[in-house]
Structure formats: structure tokens, C-alpha cells
């Protein structure tokens, strides 16, 4: 497989069950025991990540490069989060996609993503270099 296997409006859905970790009061003291922003966007980001992953070359990986997000509605702890992303371009090392999520009874968001193709080597030294 590769990225020109794939087309703008291809799409692949993610899910996870919220649990306590997944909850906005495990992030900030007071806050509502709902699934959180932060979750919301990472399973945004690992749904696009893990179904990209399969079509890179050897040696490249995906990194996030844009999010924006619109979340609309809450959900309690114990109910299962569905979020699927939809290509709507892909350009040269750039893919961009629309994603919308749902809980069992509503959706509860949507928005954008951006993820780049880079060689894993070079970033992997890029981030050393930062380290030192």
C-alpha cells in the first residue's frame, strides 16, 4: 500500500469506550466528569495516524500538523466515542481531513485535521539535536 492508494473522501473510523482517564476532571481539578477536549483530539489524531500508517514507505511516519476543533456536546464516562476522518486532500507530504464524532446518542464534534509525512530518521534527529 501506499498514499496514492488513497483519495480525497476515503475514511476510517475510530472508537474508545471514556474511562476516568478520558474525563476533563482528570485534567483540571472542577472540572465535569465528561470525556474531555483533550481525548477528543487524540482520538481524532490516532484514528488518522494508525489508518495512515499502513500506506507510508518504510522509514516515514505521519505527525499532526492542524487541528481544529469544535466540541458540542459532552459525554459521560462508560459511553463509546466513535470519531471517523474523511480525506479531503492529499498534496504532495500534506494530507488533510474533516472528522466528525459521535457518543452512543449524539454528535458530539467535528472539525479539521492535518497530518505531514516525514522520514522518521530526520525527525528522530531534529528532536535529538532540540535535546541537547
Known sequence: MSL?????????????????EHLASAITAGAPEAFSTPALVALVERTAAEWLKAHLAPGHMTVGTAMVV????????????????????????????????????????HGTHQRAVVEASRFAARLAEKSR
Request: hydrophobic share 35%.
Open 70 to 109: 469544535n466540541h458540542t456536546a459532552p459525554t459521560p464516562r462508560g459511553m463509546e466515542v466513535r470519531a471517523e476522518v474523511t480525506i479531503t486532500s492529499i498534496d504532495d507530504r500534506r494530507i488533510e481531513f474533516e472528522w466528525v464524532a459521535h457518543d452512543e446518542r449524539e454528535k458530539i464534534g
Open 4 to 20: 496514492s492508494d488513497l483519495r480525497p473522501g476515503d475514511s476510517a473510523v475510530g472508537a474508545l469506550v471514556v474511562q476516568t
